[in-house]
């Protein structure tokens, strides 16, 4: 009872029963966040799909493999800075990707109720970035590093360190001893 209201009454449940009463939305983002969510359609091999949501290279959400039950809806929310650039990646095990060969898969990604990407024909994998990002996936106001090595006969030998003052923001290496493979890695 609320202000001599009855709001819910019962009775009838199992070991526990939990009831909001009020405004209880409990997926209600800060004023300088957005709500994303990321559904997934399974098709009928959800055993070969996962996806992962990453700001940089930090994984916000991920899910994955699914049960191969055919079409069940996967749904997954997170509250992230309105000003954050984020890259989706949906990965089918088998390269066929989930839909149409194999049913009719899809995933869909909302940032705050409103649609930013649907699909699901691809191959092996699909990204897709949202938010405020510029071209090479930064937001926009920073700037892409990209260090590339080749290595020689000797990549056991080689390892590298990219560093901002005393913090260490990227590294490899040591690396397998293959001849001439290049080996990339981005902040």
Same mark, same amino acid.
């Given at each position: 009872?609320?202000?001599?209201?009855?709001?819910?009454?019962?009775?009838?449940?199992?070991?526990?029963?939990?009831?909001?009463?009020?405004?209880?939305?409990?997926?209600?983002?800060?004023?300088?966040?957005?709500? %994303?969510?990321?559904?997934?359609?399974?098709?009928?091999?959800? *055993? !070969? =799909? &996962?996806?992962?949501?990453?700001?940089?290279? $930090?994984?916000?959400?991920?899910?994955?493999p699914f049960p191969n039950f055919i079409f069940q809806l996967y749904t997954k929310e997170i509250c992230v800075s309105k000003s954050a650039c984020l890259s989706m990646m949906i990965v089918d095990t088998y390269g066929?990707?989930?839909?149409?060969?194999?049913?009719?898969?899809?995933?869909?990604?909302?940032?705050?109720? %409103?649609?930013?990407?649907?699909?699901?024909?691809?191959?092996? *994998? !699909? =990204? &897709?970035?949202?938010?405020?990002?510029?071209? $090479?996936?930064?937001?926009?106001?920073?700037?892409?590093?990209?260090?590339?090595?080749?290595?020689?006969?000797?990549?056991?030998?080689?390892?590298?360190?990219?560093?901002?003052?005393?913090?260490?923001?990227?590294?490899?290496?040591?690396?397998?001893?293959?001849?001439?493979?290049?080996?990339?890695?981005?902040?």
């Amino acid at each position: 009872i609320v202000d001599g209201m009855v709001q819910k009454y019962g009775g009838d449940f199992g070991r526990t029963e939990t009831t909001q009463i009020g405004d209880c939305n409990l997926n209600a983002c800060a004023s300088d966040e957005s709500m %994303v969510r990321v559904q997934l359609l399974t098709d009928y091999r959800g *055993s !070969e =799909t &996962t996806w992962e949501l990453k700001s940089r290279d $930090n994984i916000l959400l991920q899910d994955g493999p699914f049960p191969n039950f055919i079409f069940q809806l996967y749904t997954k929310e997170i509250c992230v800075s309105k000003s954050a650039c984020l890259s989706m990646m949906i990965v089918d095990t088998y390269g066929d990707g989930i839909c149409c060969e194999v049913g009719k898969g899809s995933y869909k990604i909302f940032v705050d109720g %409103v649609e930013q990407k649907s699909g699901g024909e691809f191959e092996s *994998s !699909e =990204t &897709t970035q949202i938010g405020d990002c510029d071209s $090479n996936g930064c937001a926009s106001d920073e700037s892409m590093v990209r260090v590339q090595l080749l290595t020689d006969y000797r990549g056991s030998e080689t390892t590298w360190e990219l560093k901002s003052r005393d913090n260490i923001l990227l590294q490899d290496g040591p690396f397998p001893n293959f001849i001439f493979q290049l080996y990339t890695k981005e902040i």
